[in-house]
């Protein structure tokens, strides 16, 4: 990828729950979107409590203006009450609603897990890198908008062009 994403302003909302995992998942987002090109005076990061405080930061980022997408990163670790369906899922509608509201990408980065050494795991910059694979898939999400859109990209040099539709109707 090199340093395809020049010019990007990136935001991050991390929550501080779970704080081992999400230190690591920033970390390593930071890492990533540095490693491509991104500035670091344009990546904000903005902490909050916990995963559910994500989505209400990350539309207020998005609709805000200054950013060309959102990474949200957290860690949700089942426990022995239902408290872990209930978070999971409104976190994820909400980052998912936000997207479609604010038009700008939002990447879940969110880890799900049912232990908390799956989490780590997931962290873990030489393992499953969770927080570098949310980097990159905000890079691309910028690059596809902005092809939708049609305006020049910073990080694909503009020009692409999408395929027309077809026309054709699929027997079905």
């Known amino acids: 990828m090199g340093r395809s994403a020049s010019g990007l302003r990136i935001g991050i909302v991390a929550a501080k729950f779970n704080q081992r995992i999400t230190g690591k998942l920033l970390g390593a987002c930071i890492d990533a979107l540095e490693s491509q090109g991104v500035e670091r005076a344009a990546i904000q990061v903005v902490r909050v409590p916990g995963a559910f ?83 990159k898939s905000a890079i691309e999400m910028v690059k596809v908008m902005r092809r939708l859109k049609g305006k020049k990209s910073a990080t694909d040099g503009g020009g692409a062009t999408l395929p027309a539709p077809s026309t054709q109707r699929h027997a079905g």
Request: proline fraction near 5%.
């Open 53 to 135: 405080e994500i989505p209400l930061v990350a539309k207020t980022m998005a609709t805000a203006g200054g950013v060309d997408a959102v990474i949200c990163l957290g860690a949700v670790i089942r426990g022995d009450t239902p408290h872990f369906e209930y978070i999971s899922a409104e976190v994820s509608r909400g980052i998912g609603q936000a997207a479609l509201e604010s038009a700008v990408p939002m990447i879940f980065g969110v880890l799900t897990t049912e232990t908390v050494a799956q989490a780590e795991e997931r962290a873990d910059p030489k393992k499953f890198n969770r927080g570098g694979d949310a980097a």
